[in-house]
């Protein structure tokens, strides 16, 4: 069983930020790959960042230079640095993870971060 339960959404101002926690109940947790997607009112479900097991890490245009993915695995937990937060950031944010040789995906229960003054 593969558990991901997420944290730290809310409201926040124009140009604030937010940092975005996903605890994962994996037992292999520094083998998956782990990304942080989002989806907004009457969009698709984008790729926002994305973080191999050994580390690498990948961004949409939108949000390079402002946010950061990061893994902790001795805490089993992946996060999103959210810096100079704009209104289009608002959305629903998903942790998802990839596992190893299935490439199964999981996801999380989603968290609203909201964006505006």
């Known amino acids: 069983q593969v558990q991901l339960v997420e944290s730290g959404g809310g409201l926040v101002q124009p140009g604030g930020s937010l940092r975005l926690s996903c605890a994962a109940s994996?037992?292999?947790?520094?083998?998956?790959?782990m990304a942080w997607y989002r989806q907004a009112p009457g969009k698709q479900r984008e790729l926002v960042a994305s973080?191999?097991?050994?580390?690498?890490?990948n961004y949409v245009d939108s949000v390079k230079g402002r946010f950061t993915i990061s893994r902790d695995n001795a805490k089993n937990t992946v996060y999103l640095q959210m810096n100079s937060l704009k209104p289009e950031d608002t959305a629903v944010y998903y942790c998802?993870?990839?596992?190893?040789?299935?490439?199964?995906?999981?996801w999380g229960q989603g968290t609203q971060v909201t964006v505006s003054s």
């Open positions: 973080i191999t097991s050994g580390g690498n890490t």
């Open positions: 994996i037992s292999t947790f520094r083998v998956y790959a």
């Open positions: 998802n993870a990839k596992a190893p040789l299935t490439r199964i995906n999981y």
